[in-house]
């Protein structure tokens, strides 16, 4: 069966709310990270992949944190989202998203990948310059310490 994948913070999870600890000088990560669990979830990203759901297998590629593993996996369950092979940022890998997204795509492509949606534009052209077929994310708005927190500091 082919697969979508699916990035989630900016996706299926509004993070807006923890935003702030990553914003300015001064970044608190494990603050940030810390609140995920009281993330709400986005209606129209989780109603994506519901749509998704009905044709293909859903994977989850997001670039938190693999010790952030047991929280995300309950959050996405307790949001109802289809279980799906979750795939995590490994500890200590800070690399832009772009570039560690777009490894863990390849990877993927032993099998037919569908569409993959991801809230980085960054994200998106690099996927869609390797061939993939990528769709942005764009009903939350994106701040801007986010964007650097997925391009420049590798941490989501």
């Given at each position: ?44 990203g ?54 560690y ?52 500091a590798?941490?989501?």
């Amino acid at each position: 069966m082919p697969i979508a994948v699916f990035d989630i913070d900016g996706v299926v999870a509004d993070v807006r709310h923890r935003v702030r600890h990553v914003e300015g000088r001064h970044k608190n990560w494990g603050r940030f990270f810390d609140l995920a669990a009281k993330d709400t979830g986005s209606p129209e990203g989780i109603s994506w992949v519901h749509r998704a759901a009905q044709t293909l297998e859903i994977v989850w590629l997001t670039g938190r944190p693999e010790w952030l593993r047991p929280v995300t996996a309950h959050w996405l369950a307790t949001q109802a989202l289809p279980e799906g092979q979750l795939i995590m940022r490994p500890d200590h890998d800070y690399r832009p998203a772009r570039l560690y997204k777009l490894d863990q795509l390849r990877q993927l492509a032993t099998r037919e990948i569908a569409v993959f949606v991801d809230d980085d534009p960054d994200v998106i052209t690099a996927a869609a310059a390797a061939g993939f077929t990528a769709s942005l994310a764009t009903w939350l708005p994106r701040n801007s310490a986010l964007s650097d927190a997925q391009e420049r500091a590798g941490r989501t």
